[in-house]
């Protein structure tokens, strides 16, 4: 029976971690001395305890050395585990969960079962079709093809260990609802991070945090394994394979500015272990990086505690309007054109304007309103003075809203989806945004086998990587809902090929 150890895994609240390589658990006040780019977490369901193995468990060797306990690297050890190898996660921060714990829409898939059963008719075509357009036509359209044409089995996957996604709504650049959701409409992440640990721990897969991999070690050209510190040693273990998913580098602020200079000065919605080291430990090796400078600015991220405020809000039928109390355009348009929009503005933020059927269609509302981040009023002239707008303005705005919902057509600014529901139902409700740093596109090179690229591209043999720390499948600018869909598919596939090298 492997030995276990305790630590707080916070999927609500506050996220402050610091990417410490102790053995020690993390209590708050260690972890109060973070930056504030980590400071809060956009989930919300409970604060719960994991388990994780205790570090003197670690053994010399393994089949598959995994790196980083996110939602890529628990589907890799899952996958892996089911192929029949023996693999082992090594996470850096005190808890599991990375960017995934932060994730708030859902998973886009298409040609689902859910949508079957919902009546909705959607297609892979066309999913990739969106994907590759809200990309800017520059995603790698072998990897967008893949993540397409294994979305649903993916979503199917996840059923059959008891994470459903079978609450279905839009985000922007999608003309159809698939997007995935828990059953009770509430974010993704944190959800979906307790079923993985649920299902790494049945598998008892060995899972050990504070342990930072520092190296990722080769001979004659092949992977060998990893050097990780874990307490106050640093360790090499052996292994047959390294499947790395770490994430990007968006609280890397460094690494953002050298590559996209611009965004110097902007807040972050990443969590703190999102530093890019990964990307930096196969460079070393000959890996090739590619999309570097394609950084996503999120529109809807509260500027006070670097929150970001989900899609799902919009795609439930908020609306975005100006200082003055207007409409300027369409909410659910890709996030790269309404970022822009938002930063057109005179004051370069924005409100998102809702009311209680938005509110109870969208749980994540909730850790928003206990964040202190949501006004509210019982009438939109009340709200407009809680928010010092135009009255007359709102108020007008909202009841343009409401017709161009009853008529199903926006005649100021072409929306077309996430147009079911008017608001007209008070309490109306307020929250105050601007863009902020969200996704890295940019990242090491795959192929479909999720297998490392090298500058000649040629494979790396033995090194696997998915999820953010990977680039190409998202173009220039990544559609709400892809990156649960990116790391679940391709680490996935990472698992499954890692175990097959091993053989």
């Known amino acids: 029976m492997k030995k276990i150890f305790s630590g707080l895994l916070v999927l609500s609240s506050v996220l402050l971690l610091t990417a410490c390589g102790s053995d020690k658990k993390t209590d708050s006040s260690e972890s109060a001395k973070t930056d504030k780019t980590s400071?809060?977490?956009?989930?919300?369901?409970?604060?719960?305890?994991?388990?994780?193995?205790?570090?003197?468990?670690?053994?010399?060797?393994?089949?598959?050395?995994?790196?980083?306990?996110?939602?890529?690297?628990?589907?890799?050890?899952?996958?892996?585990?089911?192929?029949?190898?023996?693999?082992?996660?090594?996470?850096?921060?005190?808890?599991?969960?990375?960017?995934?714990?932060?994730?708030?829409?859902?998973?886009?898939?298409?040609?689902?079962?859910?949508?079957?059963?919902?009546?909705?008719?959607?297609?892979?075509?066309?999913?990739?079709?969106?994907?590759?357009?809200?990309?800017?036509?520059?995603?790698?359209?072998?990897?967008?093809?893949?993540?397409?044409?294994?979305?649903?089995?993916?979503?199917?996957?996840?059923?059959?260990?008891?994470?459903?996604?079978?609450?279905?709504?839009?985000?922007?650049?999608?003309?159809?609802?698939?997007?995935?959701r828990p059953s009770d409409g509430s974010a993704v992440g944190g959800y979906l991070v307790d079923g993985l640990m649920k299902n790494i721990h049945e598998r008892e897969i060995p899972l050990f945090v504070n342990a930072d991999v520092v190296k990722i070690n080769e001979k004659d050209g092949t992977v060998t394994g990893v050097n990780v510190k874990i307490g106050e040693e640093e360790k090499t273990v052996s292994s047959k394979a390294v499947v790395v998913t770490t994430g990007g580098f968006g609280a890397n602020m460094d690494m953002v500015v050298e590559n996209k200079p611009e965004l110097k000065g902007y807040v972050t919605t990443n969590q703190a272990g999102s530093t890019g080291d990964g990307i930096k430990m196969i460079e070393a090796l000959g890996g090739q990086t590619v999309d570097m400078d394609q950084i996503q600015i999120h529109p809807t991220v509260d500027q006070t505690k670097s929150l970001l405020i989900t899609e799902a809000v919009r795609g439930e039928g908020a609306i975005l309007v100006s200082q003055e109390g207007n409409r300027f355009f369409n909410e659910m348009e890709t996030r790269d054109k309404v970022s822009a929009a938002i930063i057109a503005l005179p004051e370069?933020?924005?409100?998102?304007?809702?009311?209680?059927?938005?509110?109870?269609?969208?749980?994540?509302?909730?850790?928003?309103?206990?964040?202190?981040?949501?006004?509210?009023?019982?009438?939109?002239?009340?709200?407009?003075?809680?928010?010092?707008?135009?009255?007359?303005?709102?108020?007008?705005?909202?009841?343009?809203?409401?017709?161009?919902?009853?008529?199903?057509?926006?005649?100021?600014?072409?929306?077309?989806?996430?147009?079911?529901?008017?608001?007209?139902?008070?309490?109306?409700?307020?929250?105050?945004?601007?863009?902020?740093?969200?996704?890295?596109?940019?990242?090491?090179?795959?192929?479909?086998?999720?297998?490392?690229?090298?500058?000649?591209?040629?494979v790396i043999p033995g090194l696997f990587a998915a999820g953010e720390v990977t680039g190409g499948v998202h173009g220039n600018n990544r559609i709400g809902g892809n990156a649960v869909a990116d790391i679940i598919i391709f680490g996935r596939q990472a698992g499954t090929k890692s175990a097959e090298f091993v053989k």
């Open 39 to 180: 400071e809060t977490s956009d989930v919300t369901s409970a604060a719960s305890a994991q388990e994780y193995t205790d570090p003197s468990e670690l053994k010399d060797s393994y089949d598959v050395v995994i790196v980083g306990a996110g939602g890529a690297g628990m589907a890799a050890a899952i996958q892996a585990k089911e192929a029949g190898a023996n693999p082992v996660i090594l996470e850096k921060m005190p808890v599991a969960g990375g960017n995934t714990s932060k994730a708030s829409a859902g998973m886009n898939a298409s040609e689902t079962k859910f949508q079957k059963d919902q009546g909705i008719e959607d297609s892979n075509d066309k999913f990739f079709e969106e994907s590759l357009a809200g990309g800017g036509g520059t995603n790698d359209q072998e990897l967008l093809h893949y993540l397409v044409d294994n979305s649903s089995a993916a979503i199917d996957w996840l059923d059959s260990m008891g994470i459903t996604l079978d609450n279905l709504t839009t985000t922007g650049g999608m003309s159809e609802k698939r997007t995935h």
């Open 348 to 458: 370069k933020s924005a409100y998102l304007i809702f009311d209680a059927g938005v509110k109870e269609r969208v749980k994540a509302i909730d850790f928003y309103e206990e964040q202190g981040l949501v006004k509210s009023a019982d009438s939109l002239e009340a709200l407009a003075k809680e928010i010092n707008v135009s009255e007359d303005n709102l108020q007008t705005t909202v009841e343009t809203w409401n017709k161009a919902v009853a008529d199903k057509k926006d005649a100021e600014f072409g929306r077309e989806t996430a147009m079911d529901n008017d608001l007209s139902k008070g309490p109306y409700y307020a929250i105050a945004i601007a863009p902020g740093i969200h996704h890295t596109m940019g990242g090491v090179k795959i192929n479909t086998n999720t297998e490392v690229l090298n500058t000649e591209n040629k």
